[in-house]
């Protein structure tokens, strides 16, 4: 993101079939991610257009409606940001 950040407390750690990803090759794999507090101290929001094309700040309110990978919304939801019909 090209953001220098101060890590805070475990906010929670996270894993199990929602967190299941398959790739366009076939390759599958389960994550298991611990989420951590953090504050920006640095650096400029961007994206390395290598693996991030896109960077931007979004409020909590915009979720719901965002075009988000179901990783990413599992992750809200368990985060207690979206509902679980989200």
Do not use: K
């Amino acid at each position: 993101t090209g953001l220098e950040v101060e890590l805070g407390t475990v906010r929670a750690a996270v894993g199990g079939p929602a967190y299941e990803v398959v790739y366009a090759n076939g390759d599958r794999c389960c994550y298991v991610s611990t989420i951590f507090d953090a504050r920006p101290v640095g650096g400029h929001l961007a994206a390395d257009l290598d693996e991030v094309v896109e960077v931007w700040w979004m409020s909590v309110s915009d979720l719901a409606g965002a075009d988000i990978t179901p990783f990413a919304r599992s992750l809200f939801h368990d985060l207690g940001m979206l509902p679980v019909s989200s």
